[in-house]
């Protein structure tokens, strides 16, 4: 926290200042006559304090025999969480080799300027806002239009630059040739409708091609990872792994800036990796017996699959609802025996205290974060004449 408030421009910013953006209350400040969003800095100190509480604390059962049976309460952010993405990402790699007859992958990078127009740094959970939002209604749409095969679906994956400001990935998983080119328009429609983006960071003409936002590779599990001048991609779920933050690694152990970055993904609810409807379904083909979610897995032995720690949460305090239909070894029997807490003295046990998460809506104060809109020019092919100073 000491090494983020000194090194870090943006660490006093609010997290937001958009009108009505949603918030969790303890990322929040004020109550009835409004609310605003803490900093940066209070919020990754909140994050850390909520995760640090979660490493301690395990859901308590009794079975039908009366016996202890403990859970643990995981969220999205634990190593095991990583898991799950890579598990996904390997069933929908199956599913490609087996369904598509001429698998490419295609990762796409979207950013933009951390910069807001008095030339400070931006809110955090706006610029990625800024980011994100465009890729629904003008980058998938630039993608359908520009893509000429019969089939693609996709990835999105959130993810943080060294300054902890977001960005995001997008890899398109295509049955049949296609080339770099065929991806330009999706990344002019970003420049286009992303305010905040610049060309300089989206050149799809750049002479070095790992700074280009545009990577191809066809997907071939028989592909030598070690050969020269191969553009194939032999392990399709390390390969976007990759691109998801520290993969099986403690939270703490990680970077600042990740650490800031996944505070910012807390206090908005932001998920760090989608898939598209297809993708899904490919998905549930693979594993459908997937005992996992959005909101973390669970314990498979002894509970249905998809049940989340919320839901035997809120089963527990909703006289309509049983515990039991969300556990494995009988319809009855099963009881919550509230939540366990370690430490240095032991285990000790805490009623269920309240459900879900809280979320607020903040008043806007959008004159702390002036725009700074960028030209949305195509990237230029280089030539005699160009100006390569920025480069």
């Given at each position: 926290?000491d090494?983020?408030?000194?090194?870090?421009?943006?660490?006093?910013?609010?997290?937001?200042?958009?009108?009505?953006?949603?918030?969790?209350?303890?990322?929040?400040?004020?109550?009835?006559?409004?609310?605003?969003?803490?900093?940066?800095?209070?919020?990754?100190?909140?994050?850390?304090?909520?995760?640090?509480?979660?490493r301690?604390?395990?859901?308590?059962?009794?079975?039908?025999?009366?016996?202890?049976?403990?859970?643990?309460?995981?969220?999205?952010?634990?190593?095991?969480?990583?898991?799950?993405?890579?598990?996904?990402?390997?069933?929908?790699?199956?599913?490609?080799?087996?369904?598509?007859?001429?698998p490419?992958?295609?990762?796409?990078?979207?950013?933009?300027s951390?910069?807001?127009?008095?030339?400070?740094?931006?809110?955090?959970?706006?610029?990625?806002?800024?980011?994100?939002?465009?890729?629904?209604?003008?980058?998938?749409?630039?993608?359908?239009?520009s893509?000429?095969?019969?089939?693609?679906?996709?990835?999105?994956?959130?993810?943080?630059?060294?300054?902890?400001?977001?960005?995001?990935?997008?890899?398109?998983?295509?049955?049949?040739?296609?080339?770099?080119?065929?991806?330009?328009?999706?990344?002019?429609?970003?420049?286009?409708?992303?305010?905040?983006?610049?060309?300089?960071?989206?050149?799809?003409?750049?002479?070095?091609?790992?700074?280009?936002?545009?990577?191809?590779?066809?997907?071939?599990?028989?592909?030598?990872?070690?050969?020269?001048?191969?553009?194939?991609?032999?392990?399709?779920?390390s390969?976007?792994?990759?691109?998801?933050?520290?993969?099986?690694?403690?939270l703490?152990?990680?970077?600042?800036?990740?650490?800031?970055?996944?505070?910012?993904?807390?206090?908005?609810?932001?998920?760090?990796?989608?898939?598209?409807?297809?993708?899904?379904?490919?998905?549930?083909?693979?594993?459908?017996?997937?005992?996992?979610?959005?909101?973390?897995?669970?314990?498979?032995?002894?509970?249905?699959?998809?049940?989340?720690?919320?839901?035997?949460?809120?089963?527990?305090?909703?006289?309509?609802?049983?515990?039991?239909?969300?556990?494995?070894?009988?319809?009855?029997?099963?009881?919550?025996?509230?939540?366990?807490?370690?430490?240095?003295?032991?285990?000790?046990?805490?009623?269920?205290?309240?459900?879900?998460?809280?979320?607020?809506?903040?008043?806007?104060?959008?004159?702390?974060?002036?725009?700074?809109?960028?030209?949305?020019d195509?990237?230029?092919?280089?030539?005699?004449d160009?100006?390569?100073?920025?480069?």
């Open positions: 926290m090494d983020f408030i000194a090194d870090h421009d943006g660490s006093h910013r609010p997290v937001s200042v958009v009108e009505s953006t949603t918030l969790r209350e303890d990322a929040s400040l004020g109550a009835d006559d409004g609310h605003r969003s803490k900093s940066w800095s209070a919020v990754l100190r909140e994050f850390l304090g909520w995760y640090n509480d979660y301690w604390m395990h859901l308590r059962f009794r079975d039908p025999d009366g016996d202890l049976v403990r859970a643990p309460m995981l969220n999205s952010h634990t190593p095991a969480y990583g898991d799950i993405y890579y598990a996904k990402l390997k069933a929908l790699e199956r599913q490609v080799l087996q369904k598509f007859e001429n490419h992958v295609v990762m796409l990078t979207l950013t933009g951390t910069k807001n127009g008095a030339g400070g740094p931006r809110c955090p959970a706006d610029h990625l806002r800024d980011v994100v939002d465009p890729f629904e209604n003008n980058v998938r749409p630039a993608l359908h239009r893509l000429d095969v019969d089939r693609w679906e996709y990835a999105k994956v959130i993810e943080h630059h060294n300054s902890g400001y977001g960005h995001m990935h997008v890899a398109v998983f295509v049955d049949g040739e296609v080339s770099e080119a065929d991806f330009r328009p999706a990344i002019d429609a970003h420049l286009k409708h992303c305010d905040i983006a610049h060309r300089d960071a989206h050149d799809y003409h750049h002479p070095e091609e790992d700074r280009r936002p545009i990577s191809v590779n066809r997907v071939d599990p028989d592909v030598d990872p070690n050969a020269d001048d191969v553009a194939a991609v032999s392990n399709l779920g390969y976007i792994a990759e691109y998801i933050g520290s993969y099986g690694e403690e703490f152990d990680r970077s600042l800036a990740e650490l800031a970055f996944r505070s910012v993904c807390w206090a908005t609810g932001t998920q760090r990796v989608t898939f598209s409807t297809g993708s899904r379904e490919l998905i549930d083909a693979e594993l459908p017996d997937d005992e996992t979610s959005d909101d973390g897995p669970v314990e498979p032995s002894h509970f249905a699959p998809g049940t989340t720690a919320e839901d035997i949460e809120k089963a527990a305090t909703d006289p309509d609802r049983s515990v039991s239909k969300h556990l494995q070894g009988g319809p009855d029997g099963w009881s919550l025996d509230g939540v366990g807490v370690v430490d240095e003295r032991g285990e000790s046990r805490h009623d269920v205290e309240n459900v879900g998460v809280s979320y607020v809506q903040i008043d806007g104060a959008e004159h702390l974060d002036p725009p700074n809109p960028q030209p949305p195509r990237p230029r092919r280089r030539t005699a160009t100006d390569l100073s920025h480069y």
